[in-house]
């Protein structure tokens, strides 16, 4: 059960991620959906939403990659054994 709400914590930013790269796309081909009044509120809401959805599981792989001791010297924890 753990697994599948860990999952669904993952998924649920990636695709905020991919609906981001679909605004972003949209906007530059001056395709404006109902929400936004216009192709530049579009284009900034997309872009947020990219970053802060891939941000997301960037930061979950990195911390988990982290803890089990899997990253380069220069992002390990300094001090303690954990």
């Known amino acids: 059960m753990t697994r599948i709400m860990a999952l669904l914590i993952l998924v649920i930013p990636g695709i905020g991620g991919v609906i981001g790269i679909k605004l ?3 906007s530059l081909f001056g395709i404006v959906h109902s929400p ?12 947020l939403l990219f970053i802060v959805g891939f941000g997301f599981v960037g930061g979950f792989i990195f911390y988990r990659d982290r803890k089990r001791n899997n990253v380069q ?10």
């Open 36 to 47: 936004f009044p216009n192709f530049l509120i579009e284009l900034i809401a997309g872009i």
């Open 73 to 82: 010297p220069r992002f390990r924890k300094k001090g303690g054994n954990s």
């Open 24 to 26: 972003i796309r949209d």
